[in-house]
């Protein structure tokens, strides 16, 4: 494996065993800071930032801290899921080695549309069936979640929505949620939050399924 994975640089205070310290080759590396991804580990998946990225791997935060040797994918902006294990961890940061090198270039740049242009580049989202409240007007009204990102959500409901509407929305498990209906089609609609969840705090609710399927 040692020929083949490039992780991102572990702090320069965490110290490696001797007998690790040149497992992993360090390629040259394209620095991407606070760039969303899709982390797929256990049997679910979550969100991570993605702090630096190789031909051979990457450094990734999360919410949650993962263990060494945690097989995991990490899907970029492409959409293309990439495999790989993890080789190092301090608290919520963590090495990943990939299992075979990647163009790191084209896994970092947009999806491509039918049109052949590249598409607009938005936080992954996740698909949820919890149920959510919303407030607006003095209204109240039970919606059902669609899938979420951390900028806006996909909500369901037998009531219609009213476009550019705004109000509070409340998921169990996270805080309350300043939002805009910004498209709606048939009982669904498209919400936008005025200020992003905590990562940290919406990534441990993307790892909750009591919390995210709870409707299911």
């Known amino acids: 494996m040692g020929h083949q994975a490039s992780i991102g640089s572990a702090p320069a205070h965490v110290a490696h065993p001797a007998n690790d310290r040149h497992e992993v080759p360090r390629l040259e590396r394209t620095v991407t800071l606070l760039m969303l991804g899709r982390l797929r580990h256990r049997g679910s998946d979550t969100i991570c930032r993605i702090r630096n990225v190789s031909a051979g791997g990457m450094r990734i935060d999360t919410g949650s801290p993962l263990e060494k040797g945690d097989r995991v994918a990490i899907e970029a902006r492409s959409g293309v899921c990439i495999d790989g294990q993890v080789a190092w961890t301090n608290q919520l940061a963590a090495g990943i080695a990939f299992t075979r090198n990647v163009d790191h270039q084209e896994m970092l740049s947009p999806p491509v ?72 089609t048939g009982n669904r609609a498209g919400l936008i939050f005025h200020v992003r969840p905590d990562f940290g705090s919406f990534a441990r609710w993307l790892e909750a399924p009591d919390l995210r399927f709870a409707a299911a």
């Not at 996740?126 to 149920?131: G, P, V």
């Not at 705004?166 to 709606?184: M, V």
């Open 113 to 184: 549309g039918p049109s052949g242009k590249r598409l607009a580049a938005r936080s992954p989202r996740f698909h949820a069936t919890a149920r959510a409240r919303l407030q607006t007007a003095g209204e109240a009204s039970t919606l059902r979640l669609v899938d979420i990102s951390l900028g806006g959500c996909r909500v369901e409901s037998d009531q219609g929505f009213p476009l550019g509407a705004d109000g509070s929305l409340t998921i169990p498990g996270l805080p309350p949620l300043a939002c805009t209906s910004r498209w709606a």
